[in-house]
């Protein structure tokens, strides 16, 4: 493979090189499993994902596993290589990617799907699991999008549920049995499905009624589970966390240090998904924590530390973590990051603390412009929550603030759109009431918008989601109320959450439009300058698929889901409740406050909930 000639002529050829700081190179010799771990985006992309980075280096703790990387080469890239008739490689060991056992394909993002084909075409692989013999590596998927695999059903020999530290190594170890007794794929299937948390979709079958609507979805091996239930790591704590990290070559979107400090999330908002999937919550101690923050500042060289989680105020010994990282970071001017904060519980310390090394912007979520419609979310914030973070921001010296928001929520009227420039404008004038002599120079307020897109397992996932027609009237309609010169307006294509909401909630024969559009020439779909929806919509014509029967169609409580079979823990009697309230405006406390029921603690047990 002479790679030389076209890295010359690609943009950003430090994608494709591999050989970074503290990626893994293995003899071959001693190998037994090749595992390529597949990100359908580009590298820098890939690069910042925390969950690749965990399971790259689980993987290659065992001896006999060599995990290597692969990602989607960029439109100039796959130009070069069909045209040189090069397949796709391993950064590792430039390996064609036929050659490996497996190829897990992570599922972070619905948009990503036509990359997965296109990674498998490039790889010289049938993109249909039925088209592919012994000689093929064995595909397999996980992820938060993996909740709802359907879509991808016929690609994918087999999906991993929920977290997979654990899952995938015992994945790993029936392999290695199973293929040192010359076993068949087929056979290999038929025994990995009996692990908790596989679902492999040839051992199921569907049916429709006459109205497009599931009638039925049954197995048809009786070794397969009823329900498929996620796997989760019950001792966070002594979970395995790498602490040598690759350091890229480029700049990547993440180019930091993160530390997930706890999985899971108490609050309940009844948009978000990952809220209810990564039930229950579990913490890092601080201990840990700053341990392995200590390796991974020598082992990387990096000059910042993000701590990741769904609410990091929410963590219950932020001020002890926090007090030991600052001892550890400040005197070698390493940046300390706190994303995910809260309106509610944001603090002048916190702000502090933030700020010792380098002071950026500061990034809030009310998600609706008034408090019904927050009510209505479950969001549990107030106005006066905005105003209290505004002006301990500004008293602080920060001078730019982001404000992050959703329209075509469920029950959302234009007064609860116009609240949103009123709440921006409230924003500016706490910036005007702020003494000269301590707050910033310069004000940036940016109301940033985004469309609102009903996930399964979240209590939205019977609902109608907006037209484009309809969100884009609102899009406009907020932008005639934003007249302050201080405030900038940011909002979306809502083309590309129609298509989201279509695949996040379609059943199997979304796949053949899936395909359909990839092999219309769809790619990278979440980048906008490579987007176009005129070849989706032609694909769902030649597949007679409806978008609409997907989308803006509300469901029945009785409807037969396409997750229905996946068990994440929250009892779908919860998710109805919760969908009751929200159209009552009845809010539910977060699980601290009280335990509302959901049942993961009934379905799993541990964790702070239980």
Not at 296 to 307: A, D, R, V
Not at 477 to 496: P, T
Request: proline share 4%; aromatic share 12%.
């Amino acid at each position: 493979m002479n790679l030389d000639k076209i890295l010359k002529v690609v943009e950003r050829p430090s994608r494709y090189i591999g050989n970074e700081f503290n990626s893994v190179h293995k003899e071959l010799d001693g190998i037994n499993i090749r595992f390529g771990f597949c990100f359908a985006d580009v590298y820098e992309i890939g690069m910042s994902h925390l969950g690749m980075k965990i399971l790259y280096h689980l993987l290659n703790s065992a001896e006999d596993i060599y995990c290597e990387r692969f990602f989607t080469p960029w439109v100039d890239m796959e130009e070069q290589m069909r045209k040189n008739d090069i397949p796709l490689f391993s950064l590792e060991t430039k390996t064609p990617a036929r050659d490996f056992d497996f190829l897990g394909f992570t599922l972070q993002y619905e948009m990503s799907y036509t990359n997965i084909l296109n990674m498998l075409d490039l790889g010289g692989i049938p993109l249909r699991s039925e088209m592919r013999d012994d000689s093929y590596p064995i595909i397999c998927a996980g992820g938060p999008c993996a909740y709802n695999p359907e879509p991808l059903a016929p690609f994918i020999d087999f999906f991993m549920m929920g977290e997979g530290e654990e899952v995938m190594m015992e994945v790993m170890d029936l392999y290695r049995t199973m293929k040192s007794q010359s076993k068949s794929k087929d056979e290999f299937l038929a025994e990995v499905v009996k692990i908790e948390g596989i679902y492999v979709p040839k051992f199921y079958d569907v049916t429709y009624n006459e109205d497009g609507t599931i009638k039925s979805f049954t197995k048809n091996y009786d070794a397969a589970p009823d329900t498929v239930k996620k796997r989760i790591i019950k001792d966070f704590d002594s979970c395995f966390a790498p602490d040598n990290i690759i350091v890229p070559f480029m700049e990547v979107i993440h180019d930091r240090i993160m530390l997930e400090i706890f999985r899971g999330c108490i609050r309940g908002c009844r948009f978000c998904q990952a809220g209810m999937i990564y039930r229950p919550v579990r913490e890092r101690s601080p201990e840990t924590l700053l341990s392995l923050a200590e390796r991974l500042i020598k082992n990387t060289g990096y000059e910042e530390i993000s701590l990741s989680s769904l609410s990091t105020n929410d963590y219950t010994r932020l001020k002890e973590l926090t007090d030991g990282l600052l001892d550890l970071t400040e005197e070698q001017k390493i940046s300390l990051s706190l994303p995910s904060l809260r309106l509610d519980n944001f603090s002048m310390e916190l702000m502090q603390k933030v700020q010792k090394v380098r002071k950026s912007g500061l990034t809030f979520a009310p998600e609706a412009g008034t408090q019904r419609l927050r009510d209505v979310i479950n969001k549990n914030i107030t106005e006066e929550d905005l105003t209290n973070a505004a002006t301990m921001a500004f008293n602080g010296g920060y001078g730019t603030i982001k404000l992050y928001f959703m329209i075509g929520l469920p029950t959302e009227t234009n007064e609860d759109i116009a609240g949103i420039a009123r709440l921006a404008d409230e924003v500016v004038s706490i910036y005007k009431h702020t003494p000269k002599e301590i707050r910033n120079k310069n004000l940036r307020v940016t109301v940033s918008v985004s469309s609102f897109v009903p996930k399964p397992f979240t209590p939205f996932q019977w609902v109608a989601q907006n037209s484009k027609d309809s969100l884009f009237t609102k899009q406009m309609f907020l932008k005639e109320q934003i007249n302050n010169r201080y405030v900038s307006y940011n909002w979306h294509d809502s083309s590309l959450s129609i298509l989201e909401g279509i695949v996040a909630r379609g059943d199997r024969r979304l796949a053949d439009a899936i395909e359909a559009a990839f092999k219309n020439g769809a790619r990278f779909d979440s980048w906008h300058e490579h987007f176009r929806p005129d070849v989706w919509y032609k694909a769902f014509e030649q597949t007679n698929i409806n978008p609409d029967f997907y989308n803006t169609r509300e469901r029945s409580y009785e409807e037969i889901l396409p997750w229905d079979f996946v068990d994440v823990g929250v009892s779908k009697k919860f998710l109805i409740s919760e969908s009751e309230k929200s159209k009552r405006g009845e809010t539910t406390k977060n699980c601290r406050e009280g335990c509302s029921g959901c049942g993961i603690v009934s379905a799993f047990g541990g964790g702070l909930c239980g």
